[in-house]
């Protein structure tokens, strides 16, 4: 699997999909929320707004016109609310937009969507359900809209997995999350 953990603000470079970086991003709120040792019921949102750019192009992405290169950048943000009381929903949202240019400088809009509610289990992992959505149009043939919604198991630091329960426009890989049309 070529794909890597990041942190927030990575650039992108190294191709983690947003999926998997969205509940990277998730699980350092956790991290951030039970290390202050506030009660659960006290815990408030976490709020991460960071830089994104990413590289999409057609030898990954089957649904762009051969020979493209889309370049782009924008901002994220991502907001992970922890559960109010023991057993209960960890909850993330994440949003970015931005701007790309393909190869040929046309210039395009991109929006990111990634939502996700996941309850703890007993061995420490978590399950639950995401839904995703990536947008680009713009002045050149190059659009892509594609998404799914699937059931993730993780533990938010060594694996996580995606069972789709429906997809649409080849967004990433299912179950490992390796990026096909989705860049963030």
Not at 8 to 17: A, D, E, H, Y
Not at 57 to 70: D, F, Q
Request: contains cysteine; charged residues 15%.
């Amino acid at each position: 699997m070529r794909k890597l953990w990041a942190s927030p603000g990575s650039g992108r470079t190294g191709g983690i999909s947003g999926a998997r970086r969205v509940v990277a991003v998730a699980g350092v709120a956790i991290a951030g929320v039970v290390a202050v040792g506030a009660p659960a019921a006290q815990a408030a949102a976490q709020v991460d707004t960071f830089p994104v750019t990413w590289t999409l192009t057609s030898e990954v992405c089957p649904n762009l016109p051969a020979g493209t290169t889309i370049t782009a950048s924008g901002v994220e943000r991502s907001v992970t609310s922890s559960p109010a009381r023991p057993g209960g929903f960890l909850v993330n949202a994440t949003h970015a937009q931005g701007t790309a240019t393909d190869q040929d400088g046309n210039v395009y809009v991109f929006i990111y969507s990634n939502e996700f509610r996941v309850t703890p289990r007993a061995d420490g992992s978590f399950v639950g359900l995401m839904t995703d959505h990536f947008s680009l149009s713009g002045a050149g043939p190059a659009t892509l809209s594609n998404g799914f919604v699937a059931h993730i198991t993780t533990d938010f630091e060594t694996f996580f997995s995606f069972d789709p329960i429906s997809a649409h426009g080849d967004p990433i890989t299912f179950p490992d999350g390796e990026e096909v049309c989705d860049p963030l």
